[in-house]
């Protein structure tokens, strides 16, 4: 396979790169994760404004009509920004599985999802689902299957904030009150894996920058401890991890928007590879700042508690890797 980008979808990227460097710094994530009265974000507003919310949607319901390859970039860029809304779970999972999604479309709901879990066979029991609180609704997973539970039929059991970014709640729901949805269901956890290996390339990319930053400007014994030889090693062992993880991640998007038969086991790898570039790279950071990295005070925690997280949701890297494990073999 060969492909590149069209200019169609880097304008694309462009635009929604700046709008969040506008509306999306870290200051407005850091009040979105201290904030005790949960509230659409400027950002996410604007991102409705702009149809991004619509990507995956029909032309002919109010959406853009596009396809996953159009989106990964997009998600990649919300990554980069720790958006405090789940667009994974709202643009890419959960707007394609509505008959009706204009509403969603338009932002003026918002439309969670738990991530489906292979290893419980009954799933209600034990399902999280970031912006809870926010969400209309909540598609769910019932028999590995998708669903939807409206948001006054679900009781918030316990509620955190776990990576200081974004709140999380865990859900306890009837499944008698869960709507199957069953347009797209064959590609929605996927596009969920997909979604989040694109932010977690995004984590990466922002992550990396923060130390090079970093690194350009610290001084020891009257030099850039970017000079130094180790500092260089840790950084071009991230940049490293961080170039052979972002192509399977633009792989599996393409193989989700042309119906590649293949198109799970190619999440699965880009899942796996982007897991372990974000977790590789904030472990390099660490390293590279170091007591300044573990302050609260300095924007890199924003990044790395997101990227320790999404790297074990949707599956952690060892999932996906025994799944393509027991693909191949």
Not at 35 to 53: I, K, N, Y
Not at 136 to 146: E, F, G, N, Y
Request: proline letters at 5%; a negative charge; glycine letters at 6%.
């Amino acid at each position: 396979m060969h492909f590149a980008f069209t200019d169609d979808q880097i304008a694309l990227r462009d635009a929604v790169r700046d709008l969040l460097v506008k509306e999306c710094p870290p200051a407005a994530v850091r009040s979105a994760g201290e904030s005790s009265t949960p509230t659409f974000s400027a950002a996410w507003r604007a991102l409705a404004e702009m149809g991004v919310l619509g990507v995956l949607a029909a032309d002919d319901v109010g959406g853009l009509g596009l396809t996953d390859l159009d989106l990964v970039l997009v998600l990649e860029e919300t990554g980069y920004a720790a958006l405090p809304e789940p667009i994974v779970e709202h643009a890419a999972v959960a707007v394609p599985l509505l008959d009706d999604p204009t509403a969603a479309i338009t932002g003026s709901e918002l439309i969670s999802a738990t991530a489906p879990n292979d290893q419980i066979d009954d799933q209600t029991d034990d399902q999280i689902a970031p912006s809870a609180e926010l969400a209309s609704a909540v598609v769910v997973w019932i028999d590995k299957q998708p669903a939807l539970v409206p948001r006054d039929q679900i009781k918030l059991v316990t509620y955190e904030s776990v990576d200081h970014t974004r709140r999380i709640a865990r859900l306890d729901f009837d499944p008698q009150s869960a709507t199957p949805l069953t347009s797209n269901a064959i590609r929605a956890n996927a596009r969920g894996v997909v979604g989040l290996a694109a932010q977690l390339i995004g984590l990466t990319r922002r992550m990396l920058d923060l130390t090079v930053e970093y690194a350009s400007t610290r001084k020891q014994f009257g030099v850039p401890i970017g000079s130094f030889q180790a500092v260089k090693h840790h950084l071009a062992d991230a940049r490293i991890a961080l170039e052979f993880a972002r192509p399977l991640v633009y792989r599996a998007a393409w193989s989700l928007a042309s119906n590649d038969p293949d198109a799970e086991l190619h999440a699965s790898m880009a899942k796996a590879m982007a897991g372990d570039a974000a977790l590789l790279t904030a472990s390099k950071a660490l390293q590279c700042h170091g007591a300044i990295g573990y302050s609260f005070e300095y924007d890199l925690h924003l990044f790395m508690k997101r990227a320790w997280v999404l790297a074990g949701t949707w599956g952690s890297s060892a999932d996906h890797r025994a799944r393509v494990g027991n693909s191949v073999l």
